[in-house]
């Protein structure tokens, strides 16, 4: 069954992760969550009933959005959307690495600053070289993502989840709490 992406907010109505449809309604239906919005071209059909399928819930946890994690390659491709950092080239699985901006054998730490993804080719041309040496630049500087950030790009997004996304995404959050 496909899957459709719910926006998880926390007690402060803070967005910080998603969840399927399907655990989502889990919570809802047995009261651990509210749910703020639904879908409204989708919906769970039982044998017996329909129901509205949730697009945004809101839990009664609080969540430090931005306590740091130690990145996977993975994370490090979803963050930078499997885009190489140096050519700009979008990769597909099998020609995608990491690579250590300041190489590990010159103490470069395995730390979310300090890992890009790159193609096969740019990464072989830098070797344990740094930028300056071989004339490289990064296309972007990598940052510390926000699991929210991460998991939202785990999922593909039709334009209604989108529309709804703008209204609770962080900088609406950072607004609303500006505003407090
Ligand atoms: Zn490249």
């Not at 009261?31 to 919005?37: D, I, P, Q, S, V």
């Not at 993502?145 to 989108?162: A, G, I």
Request: hydrophobic letters at 35%; proline letters at 4%.
């Amino acid at each position: 069954m496909k899957k459709w992406p719910v926006i998880v907010l926390d007690i402060t109505y803070r967005p910080f992760t998603l969840f399927s449809h399907t655990k989502a309604f889990i919570l809802t239906y047995t009261g651990r969550a509210e749910c703020l919005e639904y879908y409204k071209h989708f919906s769970i059909k039982t044998i017996n009933r329909k129901y509205s399928a949730p697009m945004v819930i809101r839990v009664a946890i609080l969540k430090k959005e931005w306590s740091r994690s130690l990145p996977t390659r993975k994370t490090i491709f979803l963050r930078d959307n499997f885009r190489c950092a140096y050519c700009g080239k979008y990769l597909k699985d099998n020609d995608v690495t990491v690579d250590h901006i300041i190489p590990k054998s010159r103490g470069g730490k395995w730390e979310w600053e300090n890992l890009v993804t790159a193609c096969k080719e740019c990464n072989q041309k830098k070797g344990n070289k740094l930028l300056e040496e071989m004339g490289m630049k990064l296309l972007f500087k990598p940052k510390v993502p926000s699991t929210f950030e991460v998991e939202l790009r785990k999922w593909k997004k039709s334009e209604e989840f989108m529309n709804v996304l703008k209204i609770y995404s962080i900088s609406s959050f950072k607004a609303l709490c500006q505003n407090l």
